[in-house]
């Protein structure tokens, strides 16, 4: 008895180059079957070079990716059971739903009676089951988006790509279809590999992240390992909001202290997942907002724990956002923090006013600069 591979996809040690330049850089990954996997970093990281190596537009300069357990190395695309969305969809203007959908099971060959009822099936499973015979024309952003992946999905592939399939979609559409796709993916449960710049869609749909930058991964977890114990500090900086300061530790026992800040402040921190920081140590300190609290200067602070932080400032302005607004207030020095505020419509806090932030060290990540031992 066979027994199937617990991963769809694995890359190990993928590196790809043009002339000098490193595109990717030994990036190695494991997907296990039928999960959401996210790959997410700035624009001209590599991510999207990766992706086309899986696919099998491009050709490793090292390291090999296997599918099920098989090496695809030198197997052109279109004979790797992998599949792949891209932003502007492809779909076929001149041909219906319902041949978009059939078109590939019509190039390997499958009989009429077999392409009518898996185009049917696909059709009920995307929950479009009476838009067969529309034109693509007549569809909705959001129609189209599930067609591009229906046209996939029906060809059963192991893996299906999609390379920032959201990105010619309005805001509200946007946020949509976030939702629509992990229900999606949980309906095939075939495992979906996602491309994308945009840290919302991540964090909302995957089951794991991998953080990309400058052709390699940062780090590899679930979307709230990386917002809550981010390894380095471009993670920290590029997953969520937060406040950022960058200083010297005066004292350190190793797992937190204080930090001169450059821009006067002194800081009680503790260190980041993993990170050992030592007296002298040039580091950069994370906050995100919703750990700074903002207290009037007639009130109390109620943080539920010690808040070993604070700073004086005025509010410089509010971003209205509901209940879950946010206030920025700027520092004696100049500077802008953000912190989170519940707005009620009274007696809410306003421009102008003088207030104390206060936050606790714990939630002070500190991470060792770039270059500092």
């Avoid at 990105?167 to 095939?188: S, T």
């Avoid at 450059?262 to 980041?272: D, K, N, S, V």
């Avoid at 509010?315 to 505020?341: H, Q, Y």
Wanted: include cysteine; charged fraction near 20%.
């Amino acid at each position: 008895m066979t027994t199937s591979p617990m991963f769809d996809l694995e890359c190990i040690n993928i590196a790809k180059s043009f002339g000098a330049f490193r595109a990717v850089k030994d990036v190695s990954f494991n997907i296990p079957s039928g999960s959401f996997f996210s790959i997410l970093g700035p624009s001209g990281c590599g991510k999207t070079t990766l992706m086309r190596m899986i696919a099998g537009f491009e050709e490793p300069t090292g390291g090999d990716i296997q599918i099920k357990g098989k090496s695809v190395l030198g197997t052109p695309p279109n004979k790797r059971n992998v599949k792949m969305v891209f932003q502007h969809l492809a779909l076929f203007p001149m041909m219906n739903v319902f041949e978009n959908i059939a078109y590939g099971l019509r190039c390997n060959g499958v009989s009429n009676s077999e392409i009518k009822k898996k185009v049917h099936d696909v059709l009920e499973r995307i929950a479009l089951p009476d838009v067969a015979e529309r034109e693509i024309h007549q569809l909705s952003g959001g129609q189209k988006q599930r067609i591009a992946i229906a046209r996939c999905m029906v060809l059963d592939p192991d893996v299906l790509l999609l390379d920032e399939p959201l990105g010619a979609l309005d805001l509200k559409l946007r946020e949509q279809m976030k939702i629509e796709l992990k229900l999606l993916q949980h309906q095939f449960n075939t495992t979906f590999v996602y491309i994308t710049h945009d840290q919302s869609e991540a964090l909302v749909m995957s089951d794991n992240v991998a953080i990309m930058n400058q052709g390699r991964f940062e780090q590899i977890g679930t979307p709230q390992e990386l917002y809550h114990r981010p390894s380095t500090a471009f993670v920290a900086g590029f997953v969520g909001d937060s406040n950022r300061w960058s200083g010297k530790v005066k004292t350190s026992d190793g797992s937190g202290g204080k930090v001169a800040t450059e821009q006067g402040l002194e800081m009680a921190f503790t260190a980041a997942h993993g990170e050992t920081i030592r007296e002298g140590t040039e580091v950069d300190i994370f906050v995100r907002p919703e750990f700074i609290h903002t207290v009037r200067k007639t009130g109390s602070v109620g943080t539920g724990e010690a808040a070993d932080n604070s700073m004086d400032g005025v509010v410089d302005s509010l971003l209205f956002n509901g209940a879950n607004s946010r206030v920025l207030v700027r520092s004696a020095k100049g500077e802008l923090i953000e912190a989170d505020v519940t707005l009620t419509g009274n007696d809410d806090v306003k421009p102008g006013e003088e207030v104390s932030l206060v936050w606790s060290s714990k939630q002070a990540m500190c991470f060792a600069a770039q270059g500092a031992s």
